[in-house]
């Protein structure tokens, strides 16, 4: 096998093995919060509310879908803090003959999965709240898009930082305000235009434009796309440049 | 073979190692001490890729570490000192991990696992979560993985620190069995007893330089072969002689021992210190 694909393969493996062991809990913790922002925003009080003729629980679920597909890619970057300051399984990798590549793209991918598995348990409630959506490729390609961005931008994080505490630091401080200001829970057009611009700028934005756009039938803005894919493909040597730095 | 050619690493305006140059040969046992910041770990990261050097040469089965890594990664294997399993893993699983890390094929995993298990004497514990493991299960384990790809060269950096004297012998067994079957074997430790009982050769390393490299029966003779202990107050000083009779003669006043010559009273002569200081 391509010495590459191998060494991705290694690392993948490992963290979806870590994954399989914490299931059960891994899957009730990544259930609670989408099940209270349904319950609260889009039960108890959006059940009257509409945005451009769809019910206020239509908008929030590919919103929801956004939020996770970030929040659990990133996820990953407390794993790779773990595993290199308390269990330093990070020295296990770097004296392996694989590619510093290799060990970026097993984490990212390891990432991914982690979203794509939380968005299921997104789905699966937004059905039992009556949330009928359209499933197609360009859903699953922003999703895949998105959770790629973040999945890189939380390992090269992961290697920059030096203690967990700067870990919490930078998703306070990058993650949570991007979930709730990159229309995830609301339309930004009713937003001022300068900060409209400034959002603009984020990944998760056009993440949810493209994201809910699938998700409700409307035609999908390509930029969206072309700009989540050219972040991502940024992004990823980025990552392979802070492992490699890594080494002290 | 190890060759370390005028090896540097600062840090900041701090020499962690200043120009070590040694050679360990095939089927070695090469022990590496020194106190604690002497630059022992540091060699060791840097052989294995984990840190950088500032410059200087090293070769690890004639492949140089800088310019050929892949193929001189493939020849070692590293006990850190500090134990760095997957904890909520098994053993099977940590061991299978660093197999696929290496490209081996499943076969050859499986096979190579159920050999090191029975090796270690932990065959029943395959399925294990590791983080149930005790301390020398856990370090027994560590040394198993390293040994998975059959590398010719054993990096152990302090690989019994924490362990108790009964665990700690029976790592020392294992070490020699594992040197009695070709490995190379380069130690690190603050144990000087441990270097003494399992070392052929031995480096004397303070403040990353190489202060004696030799046997220790030659390095232990540059003191003398015996030792007389006095003690007065809470001061101890120790003289040395060349025999028996020579020490015994010697007019030590108040309380005193006298005892052969070891590794210590060798490293604290050319260093003025000990190890574990």
Known sequence: MNPFINGS???????????????????????????????????AMGGELRFDGISYLDFLVPGLVAMASMTQAFAIATDINVARFYWHIFDEFQAAPISNGSYVAGEVMAGITRAFMSIGIILGLGLL??????????????????????????????MLVKSHADQSLLTNFVITPMAFLGGTFFPLDRLPAWLQHVLGLLPLTH?????????????????????????????????????????? | MIAIEELYKNYGPKKALNGISLTVERGELFAYLGPNGAGKSTTIRILTGLTRMTSGRASLGGFDIETQVTLAKHQFGVVQQYVNLDQELTVFENLDIHGRLFGMSKRARRKKVDTLLAYIEMEDRADTLVKSLSGGLKRRVTIARALLHEPGILFLDEPTVGLDAAIRRRIWALIKKIQQQGTTIFLTTHHIEEAEFLAQRVAFLDNGRIVALDTPEHLMESVGHWAVDQFAGSEMTTSYFKTRQKANTFKAEGEFTLRRVNLEDAFLSLIGRKVQS
Not at chain 1, 16 to 23: K, P, S, T, Y
Not at chain 1, 216 to 243: D, K, N, R, T
């Open chain 1, 9 to 43: 393969l290694a690392v993948y493996r490992r963290e979806m093995l870590i994954f399989r062991r914490r299931f059960k809990r891994q899957m009730a913790g990544q259930a609670i919060s989408p099940l209270l922002y349904l319950t609260t925003f889009g039960y």
């Open chain 1, 129 to 158: 709240f009556g949330v009928r959506l359209h499933y197609g490729v360009l859903f699953w390609l922003a999703i895949l898009l998105n959770s790629f961005f973040f999945a890189n931008l939380a390992v090269a994080l992961a």
């Open chain 1, 207 to 248: 993440a949810s434009t493209a994201i809910r756009s699938a998700a409700l039938g409307h035609e999908v803005h390509w930029q969206s796309l072309l700009l989540l894919a050219a972040m991502g493909s940024v992004i990823f040597p980025v990552a392979y440049h802070c492992v490699n730095r890594a080494r002290d």
